[in-house]
């Protein structure tokens, strides 16, 4: 057998179920391993990357499947859901737009905001390796918590985003109408990730709870990727779909 190249990545003592691990680990994956962009590997494939056995490669993928990140063909294989590939758009809308649209009155409220050091993956689309501003926001309606987004900016941008302006405006408001930059186009993704514990309190679930994650990663004219974001939102509390022009619509909210 080959070498397992993502055994690491798991934990068989964990209190996660070692199919769940492999499933978010794949979920992760999907739109920036050149392995699992429009078909994954083979289930006997997987079962050599991650060393674990099919019945927990067949789980894993069937947990992915029910919540449309992949579809199984029988015969052909295991393909990303339509949703979950990479989508490219060329205006972008906050969540709070989102939610207004689909007729809740949403509250926002900053729930983070500080000069950190970025993750690798942020570090290395925004192209820097100092600190960056990190914003979190929280979003409820009467009926409780919506969803959380994270949002990132380089160091340029970090020094024009006030407190007072990351409280009251949302994200694109603040790239579009305050500085007024120019969005050549936004790289959209969708996927699964874990709520860490300042999230979960907000969303009221249990800290590592599987979350749907829409990742945005917007880049200005004359400026290169000037923000990464990301909505975190509990599995069915709302249905995402990318249109012919790649950009993102909610369909529905729970």
């Not at 070692?18 to 794949?26: A, E, M, W």
């Not at 994270?150 to 408001?173: D, I, K, M, N, W």
Request: charged residues 25%; proline residues 5%; contains cysteine.
């Amino acid at each position: 057998m080959r070498h397992a190249v993502f055994s690491s990545d798991l934990d068989p003592n964990g209190p996660t179920p070692l199919y769940l691990q492999v499933g978010h680990h794949i979920s992760g994956l999907i739109g920036k391993d050149s392995r699992f962009m429009e078909r994954l590997p083979s289930e006997a494939e997987l079962c050599q990357m991650y060393g674990v056995s099919r019945i927990t490669v067949r789980q894993a993928l069937s947990y992915l499947a029910e919540r449309d990140v992949v579809v199984r063909q029988h015969g052909r294989g295991t393909f990303v859901g339509a949703l979950h590939r990479p989508g490219r758009q060329q205006t972008i809308h906050s969540f709070f737009e989102i939610l207004a649209g689909k007729g809740l009155s949403p509250e926002m409220t900053l729930l983070d905001y500080r000069m950190r050091q970025p993750p690798e993956e942020v570090a290395k689309a925004l192209s820097v390796t100092g600190d960056t501003l990190f914003i979190r926001r929280g979003y409820r309606s009467e009926e409780g918590p919506l969803g959380v987004t994270e949002v990132f900016y380089p160091g340029p941008l970090a020094e024009l985003v006030t407190p007072e302006l990351a409280a009251r405006t949302t994200s694109a408001s603040i790239l579009q109408d305050v500085l007024k930059l120019r969005i050549s186009h936004a790289d959209i993704s969708i996927g699964l990730s874990r709520a860490s514990q300042d999230v979960a309190e907000w969303l009221k679930v249990d800290t590592g709870a599987p979350l749907m994650r829409i990742k945005r990663v917007t880049t200005c004219t004359g400026h290169g990727v000037c923000e990464y974001s990301r909505l975190l939102v509990t599995e069915g509390s709302a249905d995402f779909r990318i249109n012919a022009d790649g950009e993102m619509l909610a369909e529905g909210m729970t």
